[in-house]
């Protein structure tokens, strides 16, 4: 078993893709195992801009996620944590420096989730479940009228969900691009996103719609979407 399993505050999700890997990661938890050593890992750009966050709870986030980020990867490509070379690209996607490991890390408060995959992009989104209100403040700029889910409002739930699954969804695809919040959400769309998403329209740069595998999962006990997208 690798060692970063054993930590208290990591969890496969086994609900995924077979050809992608999955890990929840509780950020507190993981500050608290005695195996927990960051200054030791983390480069000095990953320090230096930890000490550039405004309050210590941030801080301690940013660098609970770079040193688990570091832990797994380095199982993957059989490298010290500390001697990965994480870059970032034009628009803020990281990649690692001559691994053939692809991944992709996402965070909401404590919660944070990192997906892998050996082949082809790959992109993963995590949210909290938001308000109605800020449902209703950003649909417009994330759904088509093909999306539309105003016959759910009545059913409060049901239409925070179906918001959450959306949003998700078109983070991941963007994210597996590499694009970063660079493109319109509206230029991908979903002929439907329940039971399984179907995508109806992407961007042309990101290849054929049925080159996608899509998956996202709602995490009851944490409140949380966990949505990946992933093109081999």
């Not at 990661?25 to 230096?48: F, G, M, T, V």
């Not at 597996?176 to 509206?186: I, Q």
Request: proline share 5%; net charge negative.
């Amino acid at each position: 078993m690798p060692d970063f399993l054993q930590l208290d505050g990591v969890t496969p999700l086994e609900e995924f893709l077979d050809s992608i890997r999955i890990f929840l990661l509780d950020l507190e938890k993981l500050q608290n195992n005695p195996a927990y050593d960051p200054e030791r890992i983390l480069s000095k750009e990953e320090l230096s801009r930890a000490d550039k966050f405004a309050t210590r709870e941030l801080r301690n986030r940013f660098v609970s996620r770079r040193w688990i980020l570091r832990k797994i990867l380095s199982e993957f490509c059989d490298e010290q944590p500390h001697s990965l070379q994480i870059h970032t690209g034009k628009y803020g996607k990281p990649y690692l420096a001559g691994e053939p490991v692809q991944f992709s890390f996402s965070h909401t408060q404590n919660n944070a989730v990192i997906a892998i995959a050996y082949t082809g992009s790959v992109g993963i989104d995590i949210e909290t479940l938001p308000s109605t209100e800020t449902c209703t403040e950003v649909a417009d700029r994330l759904l088509t009228q093909n999306e539309d889910i105003q016959h759910l409002r009545a059913l409060d739930e049901e239409y925070r969900l179906a918001f959450l699954r959306y949003w998700t969804l078109k983070e991941a695809i963007i994210k597996a691009s590499g694009e970063g919040l660079s493109r319109d959400l509206k230029e991908i769309q979903f002929e439907q996103i329940s039971p399984a998403p179907v995508l109806s329209r992407i961007p042309l740069s990101y290849g054929d719609k049925s080159e996608w595998k899509l998956h996202a999962v709602y995490l009851e006990m944490r409140h949380c979407m966990v949505a990946t997208a992933h093109r081999n």
